[in-house]
């Protein structure tokens, strides 16, 4: 039996419109959340992560059959590191989710009447967000690459969703543990926004979580495979092409 992936540049489209989807969700929900709970930032945060939540579920299960659904340029590498893609289309996936996010951020800006484009004036970097950054983007690895490794990757989409939403909750940083999104909030002075010089620290921790992630994984499951790793790509619906 071989699992044959769909062409390159229909997973990179599909990489592309997920990512946008995702900034989408996130800024556009953050902005809504600001117009129609004002000064309730409990609540504003609330529903700006049910809402991610519950996307995440969507995006997941529809482009999950082209591309893997990645939407996050560390986990892309994180699958290349396990031998799950190569490592020239994680460079193309980083590319397609970095224009993606961007996309999305417009999108939503647009679609609430706001400037097309206005960079962030919140700043975040603080020790805090940095350390929230790498726990959250390593626990989202470990939670991906434990699914595949275990079979499991059909319950990836929900376990995502529920991670994320939780996450904005538990770290002081609100879970964005992806850099492609963190570009793409950088285009929006909004409740989701982040203050471009705020940037290169989610950035870097980003990168740190997700080596930590790696560790973990491979401290848990030592026998994991390029095969498992490849799950992640294409448990979600890859076609399966018997041999005679």
Not at 88 to 96: I, T
Not at 163 to 190: D, K, L, Q
Not at 208 to 217: A, F, S
Not at 228 to 242: F, K, L, P, Q
Request: charged share 10%.
């Amino acid at each position: 039996m071989l699992l044959v992936q769909p062409q390159l540049w229909r997973r990179l489209f599909a990489e592309y419109l997920g990512s946008l989807l995702l900034a989408a969700i996130v800024i556009g929900s953050g902005i809504a959340a600001q117009s129609l709970s004002p000064h309730a930032v409990g609540l504003e945060l609330f529903e700006n992560a049910a809402a991610t939540g519950v996307g995440l579920y969507v995006i997941i299960v529809t482009f999950g059959a082209v591309s893997g659904a990645h939407f996050n340029p560390i986990i892309s590498f994180v699958d290349a590191m396990f031998g799950g893609i190569s490592w020239s289309d994680a460079w193309c996936y980083l590319a397609a989710q970095a224009v993606g996010c961007s996309s999305g951020a417009i999108l939503a800006n647009v679609m609430f009447s706001r400037p097309a484009i206005a960079l962030s004036t919140d700043h975040r970097a603080t020790l805090a967000h940095g350390v929230s950054e790498i726990v959250a983007t390593a626990g989202l690895v470990l939670v991906i690459f434990a699914l595949a490794k275990t079979g499991r990757s059909s319950l990836a989409p929900a376990a995502v969703g529920a991670y994320i939403a939780c996450a904005y909750f538990f770290t002081s940083s609100t879970s964005f543990a992806n850099p492609a999104i963190v570009v793409g909030r950088m285009f929006t002075n909004t409740f989701a926004g982040i203050a471009p010089a705020s940037a290169p620290l989610f950035v870097a921790a980003e990168v740190i979580g997700g080596l930590l992630g790696y560790l973990l994984v491979r401290a848990l499951y030592v026998d994991i495979t390029s095969r498992d790793a490849g799950n992640v790509t294409v448990a979600h619906g890859a076609v399966e092409r018997r041999e005679a």
